[in-house]
């Protein structure tokens, strides 16, 4: 028996490009669910509930692929002595808080063990620079490379999301949203992603809707952005692609954006963070993160 729909959310969470893992898995679920007639050797099933098998498949394996993760981490931190920056660094108040951002922290929450950086992406925390709040630049070895701070964001924010690495949040005030028909029907399919996800909420007469609370790393929530994140849910037809849209929007909408002022600390906390991920070379949408210029393209430019 097969189903594409496990084999894909067990790729997804596995996450390592061309790779294919070999795997056992071992379920219990209601017969009641499974549809057995959709091939006739029978070779294929079908589930009833397939986002929440699909669901419930990723998160497993996601979990246990991050714990793995963490401990391997550790034993390469005791025997190598790799050096890594405390909490504290992380989790600071904004130097020169502007726009939408005023009065808020920017957390990265701790920072995972660094990853061995090619020797031309090998940074100095002190020689860090913003440019027109929006990019950032750090000085290597032999040249520079240019960060796209909201990409960047966006890329350790996604992976965060996959990993569960975060918890939930209560708002103050708590949004009540007021959906269309479709939006309504969209939500009711899909509840149980949006409370995989840290979302609480509660249902009103017609199709309104009352979130309590949200994943912490959403630090403005508006009644556009649910809807948003409701829609994203119906832009694809595959139950994998829908739920990475999910996950891709959840994480576009929470990144520190272009014109957003970083202290010092903070940008060293972002590329930290960034190239302890597991692709830092590309946000989730894969655009680049980072663009790299060497000295010898630099002296060609001025002629030496």
């Known amino acids: 028996m097969k189903h594409d729909g496990i084999r894909k959310a067990i790729y997804r969470a596995y996450n390592q490009g061309e790779r294919h893992p070999s795997f056992i898995l071992l379920m219990e679920i209601n017969p009641s669910l499974l549809d057995f007639n959709i091939h006739p050797q029978k070779k294929e099933v079908k589930f009833s509930r397939g986002l929440r098998i699909f669901e419930k498949v990723y998160m497993a394996v996601s979990e246990t692929l991050a714990k793995e993760k963490k401990n391997i981490g550790a034993s390469i931190a005791i025997e190598r002595g790799v050096y890594s920056r405390g909490r504290d660094r992380f989790q600071m108040v904004l130097s020169e808080p502007k726009n939408e951002r ?11 063990v660094k990853s061995e950086l090619q020797p031309q992406y090998e940074y100095t925390p002190q020689n860090i620079w913003q440019v027109h709040n929006s990019y950032i630049f ?3 070895k032999n040249g520079i490379i240019i960060v796209d ?8 924010l996604y992976e965060k999301l996959k990993n569960k690495d975060y918890s939930s949040q209560a708002l103050l005030f708590p949004i009540i949203v007021e959906l269309t028909n479709l939006e309504a029907s969209i939500f009711e399919e899909y509840e149980d992603l949006f409370k995989a996800f840290g979302f609480e909420f509660r249902k009103l007469r017609g199709n309104s ?10 630090k403005k929530i508006t009644k556009d952005f649910i809807r948003e994140l409701i829609n994203s849910l119906e832009d694809t037809e595959l139950l994998p692609e829908r739920f990475d849209s999910f996950l891709k929007t959840l994480a576009c909408k929470a990144a520190i954006k272009f014109g957003d002022s970083l202290s010092q600390d903070e940008m060293v906390a972002l590329l930290d963070q960034l190239f302890a991920s597991q692709n830092p070379f590309f946000c989730p949408h894969g655009r680049p993160t980072i663009y790299r210029i060497t000295l010898e393209e630099l002296e060609k430019r001025f002629g030496r």
């Open 102 to 112: 005023q009065g808020e922290q920017l957390e990265f929450g701790e920072v995972p």
């Open 138 to 140: 750090a000085q290597t």
């Open 209 to 218: 809707v009352i979130i309590d609370k949200v994943p912490s790393i959403l």
């Open 149 to 156: 701070q909201h990409a960047a964001h966006e890329r350790i």
